[in-house]
């Protein structure tokens, strides 16, 4: 039922800054904790960036702490995450996801529905 689309990859090089977003479907998004996860090659998916429905609370992963920032316009139904100072290591897949709660998790159990990713490479 609910569509997540990401959009906002690309190939960076290190130092730079690039914004992803991802546009959601359907009624539930502003009663919806939502959350940014990635993949690296050969490496299982981890928490990124996650933030409560009213977007007043925001939780982030240690690596990525002080460089990127969650946020989320209910109005437009869209995610956002600001990547800033971008390393070779950020380079993976990143997903959004939904939470049909309106308090986040790091645990990417807790969600609900997943978009299909977009591609961010970091080159040196």
């Known amino acids: 039922q609910v569509q997540l689309v990401e959009s906002g990859g690309g190939l960076v090089q290190a130092g730079d800054s690039l914004r992803l977003s991802c546009a959601a479907s359907g009624r539930t998004f502003s009663s919806s904790a939502m959350g940014w996860f990635r993949q690296a090659p050969g490496k299982e998916r981890a928490f990124v960036a996650a933030i409560s429905s009213n977007g007043a609370l925001t939780y982030y992963a240690d690596s990525v702490k002080g460089r990127f920032t969650v946020s989320r316009d209910n109005a437009k139904n869209t995610l956002y995450l600001q990547m800033n100072s971008l390393k070779p290591e950020d380079t993976a897949v990143y997903y959004c996801?939904?939470?049909?709660?309106?308090?986040?998790?790091?645990?990417?159990?807790?969600?609900?529905?997943w978009g299909q990713g977009t591609q961010v490479s970091v080159s040196s």
């Open positions: 996801a939904l939470r049909r709660l309106i308090t986040p998790t790091t645990d990417q159990n807790g969600y609900n529905y």
